[in-house]
Nanobody
Framework: EVELVESGGGLVQAGGSLRLSCSVA????????IGWVRQAPGKEREGVAC????????YYPDSVNGRFTISLDKRENTVYLEMASLKPEDTAVYYC?????????????????WGQGTQVTVSS
C-alpha cells in the first residue's frame, strides 16, 4: 500500500525557513516522480517542486525558484522540501504527492498518490 506522510509544517515569520519531510512507503523512489503541492484557502492547488526519483532532476515554478529546494534520500525513503525566504503568500497546506513516471510533473492533477498535508503559516 502506497503511503506518504508529511511533517515539519508550522508557523514562521516572513523571511524565515522551514523544512518539510515526506516519508514514503509502499513504492520505490527510483520509479517515481515526487513533488510538493500547496493549496491556499480559496485558491487552486499549485505544484511548487518536483524531483525525479530516477536521476534527481528537479522542477520549480517561478514563484518559488531560488527559495525552495527539493531533495530525496533513497535510503530513508524520504523527500524533503527546504523553504527559505518565506513570504506570507507561501501560507498554505503543503501536500506531498507521487506518480510512477520518469518525467517531472508540473500540473498537480497528474499525481496519483497524496499525503494528508501539513499546514505552513508565514506571518508578516
Amino acid at each position: 500500500e502506497v503511503e506518504l506522510v508529511e511533517s515539519g509544517g508550522g508557523l514562521v515569520q516572513a523571511g524565515g525557513s522551514l523544512r518539510l519531510s515526506c516519508s514514503v512507503a509502499g513504492f520505490t523512489l527510483h520509479d517515481y516522480a515526487i513533488g510538493w503541492v500547496r493549496q491556499a484557502p480559496g485558491k487552486e492547488r499549485e505544484g511548487v517542486a518536483c524531483i525525479s526519483g530516477r536521476d534527481s532532476r528537479t522542477y520549480y515554478p517561478d514563484s518559488v525558484n531560488g527559495r525552495f529546494t527539493i531533495s530525496l534520500d533513497k535510503r530513508e525513503n524520504t523527500v524533503y522540501l527546504e523553504m527559505a525566504s518565506l513570504k506570507p503568500e507561501d501560507t498554505a497546506v503543503y501536500y506531498c504527492a507521487a506518480v510512477q513516471t520518469e518525467f517531472l510533473i508540473i500540473l498537480p492533477f497528474r499525481y496519483e498518490y497524496w499525503g494528508q498535508g501539513t499546514q505552513v503559516t508565514v506571518s508578516s
